[in-house]
């Protein structure tokens, strides 16, 4: 019960945070040399108030995971692994059987004929 209600409770965060990121105006590139006019009139205010609130969110978001991870149940979590682990063993199993084995194309190496020596030159 408990983890379900985490769950929601991330859901909803999530959603909020999205909002609260497209309501921000944004601080640097081309849209911040058109937005003087609007710290003037107010508007700082409530960026401060967003970016807060965005923070806020984000911090819920990462507890309230914690939260639902400690509140899972023991029983499902054992049994989802050893499906998963049934399930990727039979995986295996049928990649190996139908794999054929595999060669490596062999390259033909030409013979290298001997290395003529040059004569000895005598020593003058």
């Known amino acids: 019960m408990l983890y379900t209600i985490c769950i929601a409770l991330i859901l909803i965060a999530s959603v909020l945070v999205i909002l609260a990121v497209l309501?921000?105006?944004?601080?640097s590139g081309m849209a911040a040399n058109f937005g003087a006019s609007n710290q003037v009139m107010g508007v700082r205010e409530?960026?401060?108030?967003?970016?807060?609130?965005?923070?806020?969110m984000a911090i819920a978001i990462v507890v309230l995971s914690l939260v639902a991870t400690l509140a899972m149940d023991?029983?499902?979590?054992?049994?989802?692994?050893?499906?998963?682990?049934?399930?990727?063993?039979?995986?295996q199993e049928r990649v190996l059987e139908t794999e054929a084995p595999a060669t490596?194309?062999?390259a033909e190496i030409p013979a290298q004929a001997p290395a003529e020596t040059p004569a000895e030159q005598p020593a003058e």
């Open 104 to 106: 490596m194309p062999q």
């Open 23 to 27: 309501v921000q105006n944004p601080k």
């Open 74 to 91: 023991k029983g499902r979590v054992a049994e989802s692994n050893s499906e998963i682990s049934k399930d990727a063993k039979a995986l």
């Open 46 to 56: 409530t960026s401060d108030f967003l970016e807060k609130f965005t923070w806020t």
